[in-house]
């Protein structure tokens, strides 16, 4: 039985619909519907009605077991593997915007420096959506602005990361001190599934208040967009420490940080944590020292 096949039944089976499936497999519909033929073929079965893509009763058989074979099997290939020295692989990265920014270019020099033969492939979104992405296991690893907690995923904070406020060029470089004193200005927030959003949450709340309770002035996908707009006189913004720099090379005030902290977090597919090249990168960033940040 072909594993390519397999996982794509998983994941149609998982999503009930072809182009759900095809866009988390980043196939075409066509390839999604030539596997679970090859599939079907091999099994001498019909696995999944094709008119409400729903699973017959064989499929049903089949998909309560076919994810923990393919677990057993990668696990498996991880054990014959185990020994050999990482090689020319091509090694896919999730990352959230701010580790993806400014944590995941130095480390992928680092991994390169140590594996020349490595190849990469990165993906820079969300933590949602990259968390997708791991589940899926279209990514090897990633790492992200929150935990990710999932009882099939190991998940090791790294480096440290303070929240700022930052306000557009000209307004007061007085620091905020509580929600009284940045509760009257509108505000560029990020995406709900981003990890900073929920970070920034769990800041303001510490200080009586709520990101629902700022104007919202508008709503970005990433910390760039945010330091444009701010940069531009639209509102405040609220980012990683380690994009303050940047934030005040184009004119930006720095406001003061957020009470708290977060983590920057590597979670990693728990029976893939011994394959010799995502073994070798884990070990590479709980090594990797956090840049240094400049406030100036």
């Known amino acids: 039985m072909n594993e390519k096949w397999l996982h794509v039944f998983v994941v149609l089976a998982r999503a009930r619909s072809f182009s759900i499936a095809a866009r988390e497999l980043d196939i075409s519909q066509s ?48 054990q014959f593997n185990k020994n050999n020295k990482p090689h020319a692989e091509t090694l896919k990265l999730g990352a959230s915007t701010t580790p993806g920014t400014y944590f995941l270019p130095g480390l992928c020099a680092k991994c390169h420096d140590q594996f020349p033969g490595t ?80 970070a920034a949450e769990q800041s303001l709340q510490q200080w009586g208040g709520s990101l629902l309770d700022l104007e919202t002035a508008a709503v970005v996908p990433n910390t760039e967009s945010v330091l444009s707009l701010v940069q531009s006189g639209i509102g405040y913004g609220i980012i990683s420490e380690y994009a303050l720099a940047s934030a005040l090379s184009r004119g930006c005030v720095n406001k003061g940080r957020l009470p708290g902290f977060r983590h920057l977090h590597l979670s990693i597919l728990s029976d893939r944590t011994e394959e010799p090249m995502i073994h070798a990168f884990s070990e590479l960033a709980r090594s990797f020292q956090a840049p240094v940040i400049s406030s100036t």
Do not use: C, N
């Open 31 to 78: 390839t999604v519907t030539k596997y679970l033929q090859h599939l079907e073929r091999e099994l001498e079965v019909l696995l999944i009605e094709r008119k409400t893509v729903t699973l017959t009763a064989e499929g049903d058989a089949l998909y309560a077991q076919a994810e923990q074979w393919l677990q057993d099997w990668y696990r498996l290939r991880s």
């Open 119 to 198: 190849k990469f492939y990165l993906q820079v979104d969300d933590s949602s959506m990259i968390t997708d992405l791991l589940l899926q296991r279209e990514v090897d690893a990633v790492i992200i602005g929150q935990a990710f907690e999932h009882p099939g995923v190991q998940t090791t904070p790294l480096w440290k990361d303070h929240l700022t406020l930052i306000g557009p060029p000209g307004s007061s470089v007085e620091a905020a001190g509580s929600f009284s004193d940045i509760s009257r200005y509108p505000f560029i927030k990020r995406k709900k599934g981003s990890g900073t959003y929920l």
